[in-house]
């Protein structure tokens, strides 16, 4: 996507990967196996790899810049992370964050990180790796978690017991950082952070995720998060992915956003839609399609 200007607040997308990575019957365990050849008009090759049939997925943050503030959401997986389980996540060493440069920014630039969940994909660049020592990757910033998001998965982390680590270890080397490092504001799932600016609780895919309203002027985004993870899931909303802590309330979540944006003009920005990622929902006979815009 490119630059994109909601009334007096710009976003931009900062990518770390972007590839055919899933499986759709991997990450859609509930898919008909008729769906993709069904709408394969609009879902192939953007969304859907025409040889293998994966699902092509963006890894990517958003930046919003108001006149008071700049917004980083979602932070993608990392460099230096130990991901061991997810080969494509494991020890990357993207230049993410010397992209900011070109969008006009250094890390001290940041006012506030915002994480619309705390799954090891959106937490990652919280924290970089310095002198052995995962600390906060943005000094200036302060960095939103959800009260609800946050002590779940503090509970969760506490009392999971197993081989391999809860989500990745992600809550060791990307949340508790900065929780140790005094720089997390826990905030409740409706909470505006400035005029304009809002999360909305919208839980299913984890318990406290949410989305994130821009509104300036008569032009309206949303940063959806993880509420979609394809257009796949507009073809058929019931779609829940595997990584969904409740399929049925993310099922929920998605449809009560598509049934009010569909046919809007309201910008969808999600987190995993491949380039150029922004677009508006609109009706497809029962179901829906996905227009860039
Ligand atoms: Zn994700």
Same mark, same amino acid.
Request: net charge negative; with cysteine; proline share 7%.
């Given at each position: ?17 972007e590839g055919a990575f899933a499986d759709a ?10 769906l993709i050849e069904t709408q394969a008009d609009w879902l192939m090759p953007t969304f859907i790899d025409p040889e293998t049939k994966k699902i092509i997925m963006s890894?990517?943050? +958003?930046? @919003? ?5 700049? =917004? *980083? #959401? &979602? ?100 949340? +508790?950082? @900065? ?5 997390? =504001? *826990? #905030? &409740? ?41 394809s257009a796949i899931?507009l073809a ?36 995993h839609f491949p380039t150029p990622t922004?677009g ?9 399609e996905y227009l860039f815009?």
């Amino acid at each position: 996507m490119q630059t994109h200007t909601i009334g007096d607040i710009r976003i931009d997308r900062l990518m770390e990967s972007e590839g055919a990575f899933a499986d759709a019957d991997f990450l859609f365990p509930e898919i008909s196996p008729t769906l993709i050849e069904t709408q394969a008009d609009w879902l192939m090759p953007t969304f859907i790899d025409p040889e293998t049939k994966k699902i092509i997925m963006s890894f990517h943050s +958003l930046l @919003i810049r108001s006149s008071r503030s700049t =917004i *980083l #959401v &979602d932070c993608c997986v990392g460099n230096h992370k130990h991901r061991p389980n997810r080969p494509e996540w494991h020890q990357l060493n993207t230049p993410w964050l010397a992209k900011l440069k070109t969008l006009g920014l250094q890390a001290d630039d940041i006012d506030y990180v915002l994480c619309t969940h705390l799954h090891a994909d959106h937490v990652g660049w919280n924290t970089q790796l310095v002198n052995g020592q995962w600390v906060p990757t943005f000094p200036n910033a302060q960095y939103i978690f959800g009260q609800l998001e946050y002590q779940y998965w503090e509970e969760a982390c506490r009392s999971h017991e197993g081989d391999s680590p809860l989500n990745h270890g992600s809550f060791d080397d990307s949340v +508790l950082p @900065i929780i140790e490092a005094g720089k997390a =504001i *826990l #905030v &409740d799932n409706d909470h505006q952070i400035e005029p304009g600016i809002w999360l909305e609780p919208a839980p299913g895919h984890t318990p406290g995720n949410v989305i994130v309203h821009v509104k300036s002027g008569t032009q309206h985004a949303i940063l959806t998060g993880d509420v979609m993870h394809s257009a796949i899931q507009l073809a058929n909303p019931d779609l829940s992915s595997r990584f969904c802590s409740d399929a049925i309330l993310s099922r929920d979540s998605r449809t009560k956003l598509i049934e009010t944006y569909a046919e809007t003009p309201v910008i969808m920005m999600p987190a995993h839609f491949p380039t150029p990622t922004a677009g508006r929902i609109v009706r497809r006979g029962n179901a829906f399609e996905y227009l860039f815009n």
